[in-house]
């Protein structure tokens, strides 16, 4: 359960830092949505890096 949760935490991070990014690169430049759409989708793939790459590296747990 805890290793979900962590997966699940890295995901919706990633998320939400791309969102909160883009929605700043919006305040600043005045390019409402286009900063947050981009970055957004970013954030996503960047989340669902981060949880193939945790997935990927799992330890063994044969005891070999």
């Keep these: 359960m805890a290793r979900g949760l962590r ?5 919706i991070a990633g998320v939400v830092v791309g ?6 690169f919006d305040r ?5 949505p286009w900063g947050l759409i981009v970055f ?3 954030g996503f793939a960047a989340g669902v890096f981060n ?3 945790s997935v990927s590296v799992a330890p063994d747990r044969t005891g070999r």
């Design 7 to 11: 997966l699940s935490s890295e995901l």
């Design 28 to 32: 600043l430049l005045s390019t409402s």
């Design 51 to 53: 949880v193939v790459r």
């Design 19 to 24: 969102a909160g990014i883009g929605w700043g």
């Design 40 to 42: 957004f989708l970013l």
